[in-house]
Structures are given as structure tokens and as C-alpha cells.
């Protein structure tokens, strides 16, 4: 039987520039969790090929895998998976990657979902770029990236269906009071507040670590007449939001003395951990964007006067300042 030409057409190289400032994390290998274990990986679309599935042909995107630099120990457990060689081509019957490939399946699938495909995933290649030097500031990013993750999943599954009202998750939507995660040693809730305004264009979004009860207050204000069209967009939003809030989250369990909350914009946005919060949730939203850090922040700070209440001259020198821990 001839294979017949694929019937969907995907903006490859389009979203191949995405996909070059996004990274991918899972923390378990050959099915079984290690606790510290994270591999970081990023995606590059080759193609789209049919194959048989289920005894119908099905139209499948292929994709190469580079795994990235990470943490020494990760690095030693997966390195042994590459035989002396640092790209590994994949066919139908091979397993040495398999647990790899099925999770990056899925991820990817995700990921597409986001550009309306709903499209299987195969992968043709694996290629290990992990003996590249690592910084300790991306070994942090690919350990909360899947965290982010998870916790913007939970949220807008329940905004999809619920524009109002007053949740803590995960107690609302699972059997489990809290979110515990092997890269926080803290046990953590989010007090999740929707509320609907004629007033407001589209959306708002704001967040609020608290220390005292370590719960992330999340709130998302949405104009009633405009469906779920935001939603695409409010899934940026909490990326960068929640990834600034994990890293007060971070910085309260290294013994960070968070000091006195300044009255003043100016010295509020000028702290050191404000600032490296802020770093973190822009270079998040940077990554599912596909967007520059700089205009990241630029937008950022452009839309949300009215949260920051700086002046034109104190937003350059903050967002000097970004540029520079970034």
C-alpha cells in the first residue's frame, strides 16, 4: 500500500521560532520518578509524515529532541543513554528512549494545541547537547518550568468553565489540600479569585505570595462578553505571574529577610528579590511567547501603569536594571 501524502499543513518554520526560546522538563526516566531528576530538552518540527495507526493512515509531526544541559547528577544518569555518540536516530522499534519520547509526545501535543493543531507527535532523533556549560540560573528555570506548568493547567481548566467566584486549589478540583513538588520544599495552596467587569477591555491578572500561610493569591478580573478568547492569552499571564511567585517561594526557603514593603513604586520595583522575581516571570512568559525578554518586559510595564505607578524615567532605570540580571 503507497503511503498517501499528509492531509493537515503546518506553519513548521513559524512555530520552530517558538519552540527555539521554549524548553521542555520531566523529572522521571524509564517510567519511574527520581526524586531531583530533571531533564531539559527543547523541540525542533521536521516534518509532517503518515503513518499507520489503529490501521488507518493518521498524520503524525516529527520532531528532533535536543536534550539540554542540567544539573551534574541528571547529566550522569542520562548520558549513559548515549553510546558514544551524541545524536541517536530513532525508527519504530526502538526503546531506548522510549520513556523519553512518550512524554515528549504528549508535551508537544500540548504545545501545538495552543496554534489549533490537534496533531500526533513522533520523534526522529534525539541529540545530546548536555556536556554544554550550564549556568545555576537555567538549572532553576528547567526545575520550575514544569511546575508553572502544572499549576496554569489546573487554572485555566477551571476558568474555562468557571468565570466567577472563590477557589483554593488543589483542594476544589483534586483529593489534595496542597501542591507539593520534589524542586519546593514547600507544601503550598492558591487561593484563586475569578471576578467578571463590563469595565475592564479584556483581562487582569495579579498575584501575591503569602509567607505567613504560604499560599499564592491569584486574582483574574474578565470582561464577561468576551468568552474564552482570552484565554490563549491569560495562559502567558499566569506563566509569568506564577513563575515570579515560586521564586519568593524560593527565596522564603533559602532564608531570604524579605524587609519592610516600601511605600514608594520606585523602591518597591528596586528591591533585590523583587527584582529577581520579576527577571524569572519575564524570561517564563519570554519562552511561551515566543517573544524577546525586552519585549516582554517593555509590554509589560507599558500595559500595567496602573499597577506600578512609575514614571516614565523610573521605568527606564528598573528595566535597566532587569536587562542586566537577566
Known amino acids: 500500500m503507497n503511503r498517501p501524502e499528509p492531509s493537515l499543513q503546518i506553519p513548521i518554520e513559524r512555530i520552530n521560532k517558538f519552540l527555539e526560546n521554549h524548553t521542555f522538563t520531566i523529572s522521571e526516566i524509564i517510567g519511574i520518578p527520581i526524586t531531583d531528576l530533571n531533564i531539559v530538552f527543547k523541540i525542533q518540527l521536521t516534518g509532517v509524515e503518515t503513518y ?10 516529527e520532531y528532533t529532541i535536543f536534550v539540554q544541559p542540567t544539573d551534574e547528577r541528571s547529566k550522569n544518569i542520562y548520558n549513559a543513554m548515549f ?64 511546575v508553572v506548568r502544572k499549576l496554569v493547567s489546573d487554572i485555566i481548566n477551571l476558568v474555562r468553565v468557571q468565570k466567577d467566584g472563590e477557589f483554593e486549589l488543589p483542594g476544589d478540583i483534586s483529593d489534595d489540600i496542597v501542591y507539593e513538588f520534589t524542586n519546593f520544599d514547600t507544601p503550598f495552596s492558591i487561593d484563586l479569585n475569578l471576578v467578571q467587569d463590563e469595565n475592564i477591555e479584556t483581562f487582569d491578572v495579579d498575584g501575591e505570595f503569602s509567607r505567613d500561610d504560604d499560599t499564592i493569591s491569584i486574582t483574574i478580573i474578565s470582561n464577561p462578553n468576551i468568552g474564552n478568547t482570552f484565554l490563549y492569552d491569560l495562559t502567558a499571564e499566569l506563566n509569568e505571574v506564577l513563575a515570579h511567585e515560586l521564586t519568593h517561594i524560593r527565596q522564603h526557603e533559602e532564608g531570604y529577610e524579605f524587609p519592610e514593603e516600601p511605600k514608594k513604586p520606585k523602591k518597591y ?58
Open 269 to 326: 520595583y528596586s528591591q533585590e528579590h523583587e527584582l529577581e522575581a520579576q527577571v524569572r516571570g519575564f524570561i517564563r512568559k519570554a519562552k511561551v511567547t515566543g517573544k524577546s525578554f525586552d519585549d516582554v518586559v517593555k509590554d509589560w510595564f507599558e500595559k500595567n501603569e496602573h499597577k506600578h505607578r512609575l514614571k516614565p524615567k523610573q521605568v527606564e532605570k528598573i528595566i535597566e536594571k532587569l536587562k542586566k540580571l537577566r
Open 83 to 146: 553510546p558514544n555518540k551524541d545524536v541517536v536516530e530513532l525508527n519504530t522499534t526502538d526503546t531506548g528512549f522510549n520513556r523519553l519520547t512518550y512524554l515528549s509526545n504528549d508535551l508537544l501535543s500540548d504545545f501545538l494545541k495552543y496554534f489549533g493543531y490537534n496533531i500526533k507527535c513522533m520523534c526522529k532523533k534525539v541529540v545530546n547537547e548536555m556536556d554544554k556549560v550550564i549556568e545555576e540560573s537555567f538549572i532553576f528555570e528547567g526545575k520550575m518550568d514544569s
Open 52 to 61: 499507520i495507526s489503529t490501521g488507518d493512515w493518521t498524520d503524525y509531526v
